[in-house]
């Protein structure tokens, strides 16, 4: 696949999701990297660059071309082999790293309970379940997750595993929020304070959780962990078209139409982050980033050397 192609996959959200988008930037490299003969830097800059600028806010994305270009060796046939060792340890991580969510997410599904889900998340998913066939008896209510109904998605992938499922509209959340036992929901990125940044809405469902008491759980592998928000830097929301919200008739008004895909959830509301190294309080996110991430508050050059690599 061209590189161009790839990018309009993930900008027409064909390809869609953190953990997809990451794993499919990931093979994307690989695969381009494997038809390079010549001028292999330059050449695999640019095509990193072209992938970085899809999709804004996801930082599993950069996490993932970051993680495939830093690759090493003198001659072509050496870069390349260690980009492509690159992007299969990237790749397996993703895979990895969801199944063990799955089984640490899971431990904190009573019994006979009922979970709510937004959107679409791999990583929500992998909790939900791995608790249904480890014999829990449970419930799902997911929301349609306007305007892109991603919720059609998760109550589809659901049901054909056999999991009880009730399809909600977004505003409905308060309505049944004192029927459900606990949140869980997917991330796009963790932010080094410990804010969630995921599909639009899910702040709202953290504010009615908060209120009646219901425990708000993440899941979330390492890689949706920005260290860009540990040098100062902001997650850009993405602004999608209109065009996604309303119909034709309807964006002939002289009206604005906004369209965020995104909103922040301030890490007050989370009760807890499900990642594959362990069940962390949102606070632990600057760790995640100097461990596992391997950035420190003393790596801005090297920061803004990536960043660079890539124009
Ligand atoms: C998807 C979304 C998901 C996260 C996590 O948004 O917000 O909750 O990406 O998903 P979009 P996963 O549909 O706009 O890409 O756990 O699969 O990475």
Request: proline share 4%; glycine share 4%.
């Amino acid at each position: 696949m061209e590189i161009e192609e790839a990018a309009e996959k993930i900008r027409s959200m064909e390809v869609r999701g953190a953990a997809n988008i990451a794993k499919f930037a990931a093979s994307t490299l690989k695969e381009f990297a494997l038809k390079v003969d010549s001028d292999f830097d330059k050449k695999m800059r640019k095509a990193a660059s072209i992938l970085l600028n899809t999709r804004p806010t996801a930082v599993s994305l950069f996490n993932a071309v970051n993680y495939v270009m830093n690759y090493d060796g003198e001659t072509v046939e050496e870069k390349r082999n260690n980009l492509v060792k690159r992007a299969d340890e990237f790749i397996e991580w993703v895979d990895t790293a969801r199944n063990r969510i799955g089984e640490i997410g899971a431990k904190r599904i009573k019994d006979g309970s009922t979970i709510l889900t937004h959107c679409n998340s791999s990583a929500a998913l992998s909790v939900i379940k791995t608790a249904f066939k480890q014999g829990k008896k449970i419930e799902v209510f997911a929301t349609e997750s306007r305007p892109r109904m991603q919720g059609y998605l998760t109550v589809k992938e659901l049901s054909k595993e056999g999991i009880p499922t009730t399809l909600i509209v977004d505003s409905a959340v308060r309505y049944f929020i004192n029927e459900v036992d606990c949140v869980v929901v997917g991330a796009d990125t963790i932010t080094v304070n410990g804010a969630l940044i995921n599909k639009i809405g899910t702040s709202q469902i953290a504010l009615a959780a908060k209120e009646a008491r219901v425990p708000f759980m993440v899941a979330a592998e390492t890689y949706k962990f920005s260290p860009k928000t540990l040098f100062g830097e902001l997650v850009v929301i993405e602004e999608r078209d209109p065009s996604e919200v309303a119909p034709e008739d309807v964006l002939k008004l002289p009206i604005k139409i906004r369209n965020p895909a995104f909103d922040v959830t301030p890490r007050d509301y989370i009760d807890l982050i499900i990642t594959e190294i362990g069940a962390i309080p949102p606070e632990m996110a600057y760790l995640v980033i100097k461990e596992r991430l391997g950035y420190t508050i003393f790596d801005t050059e090297e920061l803004k050397l990536s960043a660079k690599h890539f124009d």
